[in-house]
């Protein structure tokens, strides 16, 4: 599970940058944005972690 932690945490840390970069976010106010981001990504990666994939879901 630490992995799965790591990821959400490094994934957030790209989207906070990518806001920063195109002007979305300032960088005084990132504290007040991280931890919406982090939890938002965090629900939906736990969510669905263990659900089986459909056979509608793959790619051809």
């Known amino acids: 599970m630490k992995s799965i932690d790591e990821q959400i ?3 957030t840390k790209e989207i ?3 806001f ?3 002007g979305r976010m300032s ?3 990132v504290h007040e ?3 919406d981001i982090y939890a ?4 939906t990666v736990k969510e669905n972690l263990n659900k ?3 056979c509608n879901d793959k790619q051809d």
């Open 20 to 22: 920063i970069e195109m």
């Open 40 to 43: 938002t990504i965090n629900k």
């Open 9 to 11: 945490l490094r994934s």
């Open 16 to 18: 906070i940058v990518k």
């Open 52 to 54: 089986p994939v459909s």
């Open 27 to 29: 960088p005084t106010n």
């Open 33 to 35: 944005s991280f931890k």
